[in-house]
Each structure stands twice: as C-alpha cells, then as structure tokens.
C-alpha cells in the first residue's frame, strides 16, 4: 500500500517533496508506538512532530491553501511506510527474517499483478530499453535487495532506530531529483523541507546528551 501510494504520488508532486514527505515515516513510528505499543512519548519527540507539521505545511501548502493529490498521497505513502516498519520489527523478533522479506515481496508481486488485472486502464509493457532498465533497479535493487536487507537488519534494532536511518531519504532524494532530473524548489519549499528535516532529528536525537558526552570525551582526553 505504501509504494502503491508513493508510486501514484510522484506523478502529481516533485521528487523533491515526495522524498521530504516520505520522511514523515520516522514521525509516525513513535505515534503509533504510543498509540498500540503504549510507549510514552517524550517532550522532544512531541516537539520534533510540531516542526514536522510546519514543515509540510510550508513544503506542500500553496498560495491557495491546499495540498495537491501527490503530497497527500505520499503522507498516506509514509503513514503505511511507518506501520510498515512497526510490524516487520515486531515479526523478526519471532520468525526467519529472510523468509518474511520473501514472503513480503511475494505477496507485492502478487498484490501487484491482480491489481493490473482488475484495472480499468490497459496495461501495456515498456517498448524501450531504457524503461526496461529502469524497472529492472527498481525491482532488483530497490525492492528485492533493499527490503529484503531491511527485513534482516530489523532484527537487530527496533522501530524507532530503523526510523532515524530513514530520516537520511529526503537528503539523498534532493541531491537525485537536483542531479537527474534537475529539479529545484521554492524558497518556502527549501524553509519547509529544513524544518521538516530538523523535527525529524530532533525528535530522535537526544542532543543535550550528545554534547555532554562530547564534552565529557574532551576531557577526559584532555587528562591524557
């Protein structure tokens, strides 16, 4: 569902604000911990969500006050993202993760084909090679590999922590979008998208700690 919706998305929005709001993963991980894993969440956690709000409003909000089909099709894209995320750390804690990343891809492939069966559009296969080439990283690489590879590393962190590595894919979105595609965004876009990124991290890194642990370090080597 989630790459279903990112996928239809894309059409409609920039690369450059699908990958900001696909981000919004890393917010919806501890929400919906809170809300059916009963975890508490934090006073920077809830402060790092309302950066991630204004964020996207600043990013996907125009002079008109609404938010295109894209933009919220990719919010809905990082809400099953995130649910995503809960349950596969919750599963590989109990079963082979190899063969959940299988099963999962399985039944996309499945999940996929019955959709193009059932749809009202005629489905037609790429006639060029570069199409095919482009299908082919997508399926391999970008699915196959890398959910399955996500599935195996699950097992050894939680949710939260897959969250924040996630944080790091509207950065290298941009950099993609600015290089391939030679997309660039608004001043309020660029405003939007650094505050989006910056709730992110807040919500997920104890900064107070790091810096003490980085005065603490210097200190100690500064006896030495």
């Given at each position: 569902?989630?790459?279903?919706?990112?996928?239809?998305?894309?059409?409609?929005?920039?690369?450059?604000?699908?990958?900001?709001?696909?981000?919004?993963a890393v917010i919806f991980v501890p929400i919906l911990s809170a809300v059916f894993l009963?975890?508490?969440?934090?006073?920077?956690?809830?402060?790092?969500?309302?950066?991630?709000?204004?964020?996207?409003?600043?990013?996907?909000?125009?002079?008109?006050?609404?938010?295109?089909?894209?933009?919220?099709?990719?919010?809905?894209?990082?809400?099953?993202?995130?649910?995503?995320?809960?349950?596969?750390?919750?599963?590989?804690?109990?079963?082979?993760?190899?063969?959940?990343?299988?099963?999962?891809?399985?039944?996309?492939?499945?999940?996929?084909?019955?959709?193009?069966?059932?749809?009202?559009?005629?489905?037609?296969?790429?006639?060029?090679?570069?199409?095919?080439?482009?299908?082919?990283?997508?399926?391999?690489?970008?699915?196959?590999?890398?959910?399955?590879?996500?599935?195996?590393?699950?097992?050894?962190?939680?949710?939260?922590?897959?969250?924040?590595?996630?944080?790091?894919?509207?950065?290298?979105?941009?950099?993609?979008?600015?290089?391939?595609?030679?997309?660039?965004?608004?001043?309020?876009?660029?405003?939007?998208?650094?505050?989006?990124?910056?709730?992110?991290?807040?919500?997920?890194?104890?900064?107070?700690?790091?810096?003490?642990?980085?005065?603490?370090?210097?200190?100690?080597?500064?006896?030495?």
């Amino acid at each position: 569902m989630s790459f279903s919706f990112i996928t239809f998305g894309v059409k409609s929005t920039s690369a450059s604000n699908a990958g900001f709001l696909v981000s919004l993963a890393v917010i919806f991980v501890p929400i919906l911990s809170a809300v059916f894993l009963k975890e508490k969440l934090n006073t920077r956690v809830l402060f790092g969500i309302c950066l991630a709000f204004l964020g996207i409003g600043l990013l996907t909000v125009n002079t008109q006050l609404q938010i295109n089909t894209g933009d919220a099709l990719c919010i809905l894209g990082a809400l099953f993202y995130a649910i995503y995320i809960l349950v596969t750390g919750t599963l590989t804690k109990h079963v082979d993760s190899l063969s959940l990343g299988i099963v999962q891809l399985g039944f996309a492939g499945f999940f996929g084909l019955v959709s193009s069966i059932v749809s009202t559009e005629t489905t037609t296969l790429p006639n060029s090679e570069a199409s095919w080439i482009a299908i082919l990283s997508l399926g391999i690489f970008c699915s196959a590999i890398g959910f399955t590879v996500q599935t195996i590393s699950q097992k050894y962190t939680t949710p939260t922590n897959t969250g924040l590595i996630f944080s790091l894919e509207p950065v290298v979105a941009v950099v993609f979008a600015f290089v391939l595609l030679g997309e660039t965004m608004t001043a309020q876009g660029y405003l939007g998208a650094t505050i989006l990124l910056a709730g992110v991290l807040v919500s997920k890194i104890d900064f107070k700690k790091v810096i003490l642990k980085g005065s603490r370090d210097h200190h100690l080597n500064s006896k030495l």
